[in-house]
């Protein structure tokens, strides 16, 4: 079946250092997005990213599609980061399968 | 602009009992929907998509089912809900590029 894997599944950082967050993924996608959760259970997408490089503020993600991986880079970090950050793909073969990560959970300390 | 619906925001429910969430879609035509859970710990597991109406995907045989009696309404249900029911359900609509999510209903089977 499909096959997301997030790392680290845990991160604690202070404020102002910067992380990377890795996706793997099991086959060739459609459609690749990285989406965060507030302490709440709100579900918000950052980036809609098959493939290439995004940025938006002090984040940023990259995929390569070609080697099945995508990486968010938070710099700066904040203590607003916080929360889960969920990678989701749908692969070219699932039709509109829209499949999560375990997530990976950040918490920023002031 | 497009809104997503989805309620209640919490429900303690009896062993047995039966069960239904309502979503509903504002602001756009033929989204595809899909509903989540989201027990304790991190992982979205996808429980049904559907890309039309009448059309459902059922993704884990469980004591469940879902429903998509009109374009912008997506339903799931149970007859007897069961105490491995309980966790957060998360409904989302898609374009097929982004994910939305609803604000997702706590369910407590007690």
């Known amino acids: 079946g499909i096959q997301v894997e997030q790392s680290p599944p845990d991160l604690i950082l202070q404020e102002g250092a910067n992380s990377t967050l890795r996706c793997n993924f099991s086959d060739s996608v459609n459609n690749l997005q990285w989406f965060h959760q507030n302490p709440w259970g709100q579900l918000i997408n950052l980036f809609y990213i098959p493939s290439g490089t995004k940025q938006n503020g002090r984040l940023s993600a990259t995929t390569v599609a070609t080697e099945r991986y995508s990486l968010l880079y938070i710099s700066s970090s904040q203590t607003t980061d916080s929360g889960v950050y969920f990678c989701?793909?749908?692969?070219?073969?699932?039709?509109?399968?829209?499949?999560f990560g375990e997530g990976t959970q950040l918490t920023v300390n002031p | 602009s497009q809104t997503i619906h989805q309620w209640p925001a919490t429900l303690v429910q009896p062993v047995g009992s039966p069960l239904s969430l309502e979503c509903t879609v504002e602001g756009t035509s033929n989204p595809n929907l899909y509903w989540y859970r989201q027990a304790a710990g991190r992982g979205l597991q996808l429980l049904f998509y559907s890309v039309g109406i009448g059309q459902i995907s059922s993704e884990v045989p469980q004591n469940l089912s879902a429903s998509r009696p009109q374009d912008r309404q997506f339903i799931l249900s149970s007859k007897k809900l069961l105490l491995s029911d309980s966790g957060f359900y998360l409904c989302a609509w898609s374009n097929g590029i982004l994910a939305f999510f609803g604000q997702g209903t706590r369910l407590t089977v007690v």
């Open positions: 989701a793909v749908e692969l070219e073969t699932s039709g509109s399968r829209l499949t």
